[in-house]
């Protein structure tokens, strides 16, 4: 049984399926679809970033959403929380900016592995070595998906992309060991295949 259908700004009417009931007030219906892939992993983020929020106990207005450049830039325009869709790799440097504007915030940043991890990189590791009141989610595809398939700083070595044709010839990050390296005290690898995500106190 689905719930009641609403007219979205594409003309299409959607029905979220009862599974998300608990979390309808924070997803933009007028929005859907979404302008993902079939099968990609973002519509599930998309789900359990809202469930987790939703389940934190921290009020919906103290939740913000940084995105950069990607496919994962879309996301926070599904959420109905305040969202800013910055320039390509300075989500963690305005994230950092907005914690430290207003404390009391909640930030959360989702980015892809190329945003993050190679125009964003010395952000990332400089975020972790501060231990920066944050919380950076890296959708890893491990290429830069939305451009063409190029190789990123995840590209496992020997992955033929369209930049690395005969095969990718450098070794990739492990992205939880350089977070926790540079001083990230909470770093968490997961996948499409996890149902929950949580924000923790880490004090």
């Not at 959708?139 to 398939?149: L, Q």
């Not at 020997?158 to 930049?163: C, D, F, L, P």
């Not at 690395?164 to 992205?175: D, L, M, T």
Request: neutral net charge; charged residues 15%; hydrophobic residues 35%.
């Amino acid at each position: 049984m689905s719930m009641e259908a609403e007219v979205t700004t594409t003309g299409i009417k959607v029905e979220l399926p009862k599974s998300y009931e608990d979390i309808k007030d924070l997803i933009r219906i007028d929005r859907l679809p979404h302008i993902w892939c079939p099968g990609c992993g973002l519509g599930i983020l998309l789900k359990l970033l809202a469930r987790a929020i939703k389940n934190s106990g921290i009020p919906i207005e103290k939740h913000v959403i940084v995105t950069g450049i990607g496919c994962t830039g879309r996301l926070g325009g599904y959420l109905k929380l305040d969202a800013y869709h910055v320039t390509h790799g300075r989500a963690i440097p305005f994230a950092v900016g907005l914690k430290m504007a207003n404390p009391e915030l909640e930030v959360t940043v989702v980015g892809g592995d190329g945003d993050i991890l190679a125009i964003g990189g010395n952000h990332f590791i400089h975020a972790a070595r501060r231990n920066d009141d944050i919380n950076v989610i890296i959708v890893n595809n491990f290429i830069y998906g939305m451009t063409g398939g190029q190789y990123s700083p995840t590209t496992p070595k020997g992955a033929k992309t369209t930049t690395s044709p005969y095969g990718h010839y450098e070794n990739p990050f492990n992205v939880p060991l350089l977070a926790y390296a540079a001083g990230g005290p909470h770093t968490w690898p997961g996948g499409q295949f996890f149902t929950k995500m949580s924000f923790t106190n880490p004090s």
